[in-house]
C-alpha cells in the first residue's frame, strides 16, 4: 500500500530531528513492506514568517488528505511577541482541531538502559511500558462557559466548565479498549466521580462500554489522584490508562517523568475514524518542544521524534512488525551506550543527532 504523510518539522530542533525520520522512511521502503508518498510543509513560527500566519491554508488542506501527519514542533523566542491568533502555537491547535483528533497516546516506556536515570528507583521503573490515553477536545479547557466576570461588589470570579457528552466518552473509551486488546488487555480509567458530576457518567460510560463490547478487556476505575500516586508508587500495575482532558495533561506527564528525559517521548493524537475506510486522522509527535538552547548545533536527541514516527507505523498504517523492530533498535543503541547529550551519564559514549539516527539504522 502507499501512505501519505505529510511532515511539518516546524522550528528549532524540529528539523534536525525530521531529517532523522526520513532516514527510517528510507529504511521501511528498502525493506519493501510499505511505500510512501511524502509532502513537506511549514508550520509554526516559520510559517508566520513566510505566511503571517502559523498554518497556511494549503498545508492543511496536505494535512486533511494525509493518512499521517508527522509533525516536530513549533515556536521559540523569535515569535514571542507575534499577535495571540498566529502565534506558533495556533498551527498545531488548528491542525488538532480541523482533524478532529480527540484522542491523546502517551507512551511512558522506560528503556532498561535507562533506568537509573528516572527519579523512581530502577526496580519500579525497569521494564515500565504503559499507555496514558487522554481525551483532547473536551472538557474544562473548552465547555462554555469559561470566563472572569466581575461581581457588584468588584470582586472578581472565574468560571471555566468541566462538560463531557455520552458520546465524547464513548469514542475515548473505545480507544482505549481497542489499545488495550493490542497489548496488556487492561483499562484503568481515572475520574473523580467522588466529587464531580462528570466523573459519574465518564466512570457509567466507560463501565457501560465496557461490558458490552469489550468483556474480554480487565476494567478497572481508579479516582484520578489515587491514580497520581499509584503511577508514582507502582507503576507497572497499569497498562492502558483513560482520563479526561485535564486529568490527562496531569497524569501524562507525571507518566512522562518516570522514564527520564523528554527527548524520549512520543506521542499520537487520533481522530474518528473515516467510516469507509476505518482509517482515521491521525498525528504524531514528541512531546517536547522546539529546544531553543540547542537549536543548530546537531545535539538534539531524535528518538522522541522516531518513536513518534514508530506509532504512526503501528497505529495509521499497520505496521506493528516494523514499529518493533523501530523499539528494538532504540533499546539495542542505548544498550550499547550511546547517548545525546541530554541523557549522557558518565560512562556512556556522547554522540550528535545524526549519529544516533544513524546507529538507530544500523541497528
Ligand atoms: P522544550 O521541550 O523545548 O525544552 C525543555 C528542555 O529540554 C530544554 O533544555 C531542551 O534543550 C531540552 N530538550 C527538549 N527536547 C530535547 C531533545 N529532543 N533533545 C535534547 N534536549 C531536549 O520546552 P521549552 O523550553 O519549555 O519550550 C521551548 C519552545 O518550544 C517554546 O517556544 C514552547 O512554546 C515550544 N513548545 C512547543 C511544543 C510543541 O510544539 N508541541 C511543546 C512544548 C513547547
Ligand atoms: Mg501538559
Not at 58 to 63: D, F, N, R, V
Not at 157 to 163: C, E, K, S, Y
Request: proline share 5%; glycine share 10%; net charge negative.
Amino acid at each position: 500500500a502507499t501512505h501519505k504523510l505529510l511532515l511539518l518539522p516546524g522550528d528549532g530542533i524540529g528539523p534536525e530531528i525530521m531529517t532523522e525520520v526520513k532516514k527510517v522512511i528510507g529504511w521501511i521502503e528498502k525493506r519493501g513492506v510499505a511505500a510512501f508518498t511524502i509532502e513537506e510543509d511549514l508550520v509554526g513560527g516559520c510559517a508566520y514568517d513566510a505566511h503571517g500566519r502559523a498554518i497556511s491554508e494549503g498545508a492543511m488542506k496536505k494535512a486533511l488528505a494525509a493518512d499521517a501527519v508527522i509533525f516536530g514542533a513549533v515556536g521559540g523566542p523569535k515569535w514571542d511577541g507575534v499577535p495571540y491568533d498566529v502565534r506558533p502555537e495556533a498551527g498545531l491547535l488548528r491542525l488538532r482541531k480541523d482533524l478532529g483528533l480527540f484522542a491523546n497516546l502517551r507512551p511512558a516506556i522506560c528503556y532498561p538502559a535507562l533506568a537509573d536515570s528516572s527519579s523512581l528507583k530502577r526496580e519500579v521503573v525497569e521494564g515500565l511500558d504503559i499507555l496514558i490515553v487522554r481525551e483532547l477536545t473536551g472538557g474544562v479547557y473548552f465547555g462554555e462557559p469559561k470566563e472572569i466576570v466581575t461581581l457588584e461588589n468588584g470582586e472578581k470570579r472565574a468560571v471555566d466548565t468541566q462538560l463531557y457528552t455520552t458520546s465524547e466518552i464513548e469514542r475515548i473509551a473505545r480507544v482505549a479498549f481497542d489499545l488495550a486488546r493490542t497489548r496488556g488487555n487492561k483499562v484503568a480509567s481515572a475520574e473523580k466521580r467522588n466529587v464531580m458530576k462528570s466523573g459519574v457518567l465518564w466512570n457509567q460510560v466507560v463501565t457501560r462500554i465496557g461490558r458490552e463490547d469489550y468483556p474480554d478487556v480487565a476494567l478497572e476505575h481508579v479516582l484520578a489522584d489515587n491514580c497520581a500516586m499509584q503511577l508514582v508508587r507502582w507503576p507497572k500495575q497499569f497498562d492502558v490508562v483513560v482520563c479526561d482532558n485535564l486529568f490527562g495533561d496531569i497524569l501524562s506527564d507525571v507518566a512522562a517523568m518516570l522514564t527520564g528525559s523528554l527527548g524520549m517521548l512520543p506521542s499520537a493524537s487520533l481522530g474518528a475514524p473515516d467510516p469507509a475506510t476505518g482509517q482515521r486522522r491521525a498525528l504524531y509527535e514528541p512531546v517536547h518542544g522546539t529546544a531553543p538552547d540547542i537549536a543548530g548545533k546537531g545535539v538534539a536527541n531524535p528518538i522522541a521524534m522516531i518513536a513518534s514516527f514508530g506509532m504512526a507505523l503501528r497505529y495509521s498504517f499497520g505496521l506493528g512488525g516494523e514499529a518493533d523492530l523501530l523499539d528494538r533498535a532504540i533499546a539495542a543503541v542505548l544498550d550499547e551506550g550511546l547517548r545525546t547529550p541530554d541523557i549522557y551519564t558518565e560512562g556512556t559514549v556522547k554522540v550528535g543527532t545524526v549519529a544516533m539516527g544513524d546507529a538507530i539504522l544500523a541497528a
